[in-house]
């Protein structure tokens, strides 16, 4: 396990999941708080990047404080390895702080889609999860399904639809047959998505997912279990025992995931047949491994109900990381604790920086 580091969190964005961010954000500033010092850098809804107190003087004052969705300094960092990472005083360009590590955890586009992991790249240093390509890869459906296709990997039939093609959805469908799922191609937390059964009702679910994104996805409504796995790793990627998510509605979304008043059942672990397990887990590593995955991710299944046949349907790049999230719950259940966990992923981070620091940048 890494020595003790200072861990800059960002977390918020420029996102319909701005508030999921928030969440899972207290959760893993306190998390990484007990063995690091932690800089919470809330991202506004504007794009400004906040310095927050280090959450280990804040909490001597206040006990449980954590994250907080306003107020901080306005800072910056460099896109240039000589600036070594430090993050600098908006005002003034003073330096403010000297992270080791950038810990993202930021859902949805400008966070999870490769743009911060970009800038990460740009400026040389150390941070937490999938870099750049693989990001952008995870976030886009589109992209996702292509690269998954190209691997072999079975996936429920779909089509992808952009803003100026939006009358041919009707046609689509025809091709898919009721009931289809309509889903922005760059977005999470279920943001935008709708299942519908109607034809009179897809219009409707064309137009909201098309305010989330240029580009959506019309997907064939399978008659599934949702099956997930957790991925920890980098070169020899790990799975974790398949976990079910049992939605209390007609499907998991936003409310479902995240409402207090979600009756959403997880089952961990599924109770799933040897063979199923085995299978589940292979298909995960496959999927991390088929977008150059690294860290940490989860990938999301859906198990036909009558052939039992397994299909992808997405990985998730930067997972949810609040206390009800199944990402640290599967690896909780391994014997993996949410603490050691995060220290975990910051080791992978660290590991992975020194690979691409040892790499040529020249030609001779």
Request: with cysteine; glycine share 10%.
């Amino acid at each position: 396990m890494t020595s003790r580091k200072t861990i800059a969190v960002l977390f918020g964005g420029r996102s319909g999941e701005h508030e999921i961010s928030v969440r899972s954000a207290a959760s893993v500033v306190q998390g990484l708080s007990v063995v690091h010092d932690v800089l919470p850098v809330l991202v506004d809804r504007r794009g400004g990047w906040k310095l927050q107190p280090d959450i280990a003087s804040v909490a001597a004052e206040q006990p449980g404080a954590g994250v907080s969705e306003e107020g901080g300094t306005p800072v910056f960092l460099v896109p240039s390895p000589s600036d070594r990472g430090v993050l600098r005083r908006l005002e003034d360009g003073t330096v403010i702080a000297r992270p080791d590590v950038y810990f993202p955890v930021l859902h949805g586009t400008f966070g999870e889609d490769g743009t911060i992991q970009g800038l990460f790249e740009l400026a040389g240093v150390p941070f937490v999860g999938s870099g750049c390509a693989a990001s952008a890869v995870g976030m886009d459906k589109a992209f996702m399904k292509g690269i998954f296709a190209s691997v072999g990997l079975a996936q429920a039939p779909y089509r992808v639809l952009l803003h100026y093609q939006r009358e041919q959805a009707r046609q689509i469908v025809e091709a898919l047959g009721w009931p289809v799922f309509v889903k922005p191609a760059n977005l999470g937390s279920s943001v935008g998505i709708s299942k519908v059964k109607r034809a009179e009702d897809l219009d409707e679910a064309v137009d909201l997912a098309f305010e989330y994104d240029r580009k959506i996805v019309i997907e064939e409504g399978l008659d599934a279990r949702e099956i997930e796995i957790a991925i920890l790793g980098n070169e020899e990627p790990e799975a974790s025992l398949p976990g079910e998510i049992v939605p209390d509605r007609e499907f998991y979304d936003y409310d479902s995931k995240y409402s207090a008043e979600s009756r959403t059942e997880l089952r961990i672990p599924a109770p799933l047949k040897e063979l199923e397990v085995r299978a589940a887990q292979e298909i995960g590593v496959r999927v991390f491994q088929a977008v150059d995955a690294s860290g940490y991710a989860r990938v999301d299944l859906l198990m036909d109900r009558q052939t039992g046949k397994m299909y992808v349907n997405e990985i998730n790049t930067i997972p949810g990381f609040t206390s009800i999230s199944m990402f640290p719950k599967l690896w909780g259940a391994a014997g993996l604790d949410y603490d050691e966990l995060l220290s975990r992923l910051v080791d992978l981070g660290l590991e992975r920086h020194h690979q691409r620091r040892g790499l040529r940048t020249d030609y001779r």
